[in-house]
């Protein structure tokens, strides 16, 4: 009898313990290689080379994520002051287009997904942009309605904002740290609840 409660102790805390570190793996943020400005770009996602808690977490967050020699990811949580991205805010990103054969940027909810809204806006890409007089963009973000370029921003308390570049030319890829990346811009000011 002590001999079989001592097995079921120990499955218990195996499992308990197995369930509690897959939770933090995929719930904590990845700790990407390369920053550059508010983006952050992990190398390792959608290589080979990744390992099995990478690849889980990469499933968790980023449903069918591409090979990292097809496609590379940019995220950002936070604006260009270091300040989180806040739903209540508005925001302006100011941009160029990059030499990529595609290329998209997302806002997406604290959980991960496009937040719902009337008008069923989530993205833009390099083909639908209205673009400004010197060949640029600005897209706007806030939860009020805004002529242009806007993404309507949701109820929740955060979001994060994707800069996918499908087929990156070999000249981009060289220099991820160092190129010139979307400006993200509180207009609002108000930063009393960033964290």
């Known amino acids: 009898m002590k001999r079989a409660l001592r097995y079921t102790f120990v499955v218990l805390a195996a499992i308990i313990l197995g369930v509690a570190s897959a939770w933090f793996v995929l719930t904590r943020h990845a700790v990407s290689s390369v920053q550059n400005g508010p983006w952050l770009y992990d190398p390792m996602v959608g ?11 990469v499933a968790h ?3 069918l994520a591409l090979n990292n020699s097809e496609t590379i990811y940019f995220v950002a949580n936070q604006d260009s002051a270091g ?18 054969r595609w290329w998209s940027i997302t806002a997406y909810g604290e959980d991960g997904f496009l937040m719902a809204n009337d008008q ?11 673009r400004n007089e010197d ?10 309605q805004r002529s242009g370029n806007w993404i309507p921003l949701g109820a929740g308390e955060t979001f ?25 811009v509180r207009e609002d000011g108000t930063h009393a609840n960033a964290q």
């Open 135 to 144: 060949g640029g963009y600005t897209i706007c973000l806030s939860r009020a």
């Open 61 to 63: 967050i980023a449903l």
């Open 120 to 130: 069923n806006r989530y993205s833009y890409n390099m083909t639908n942009l209205a």
């Open 160 to 184: 994060s904002i994707w800069l996918r570049f499908y087929n990156p030319s070999a000249a981009l890829r060289e220099h991820l740290a160092t190129m010139e990346l979307p400006r993200i």
């Open 83 to 100: 300040n989180a991205l806040r739903c209540e805010g508005t925001y302006r990103i100011d941009g160029r287009d990059f030499d990529a």
């Open 47 to 57: 290589s080979q080379a990744a390992g099995p808690y990478l690849r889980a977490q």
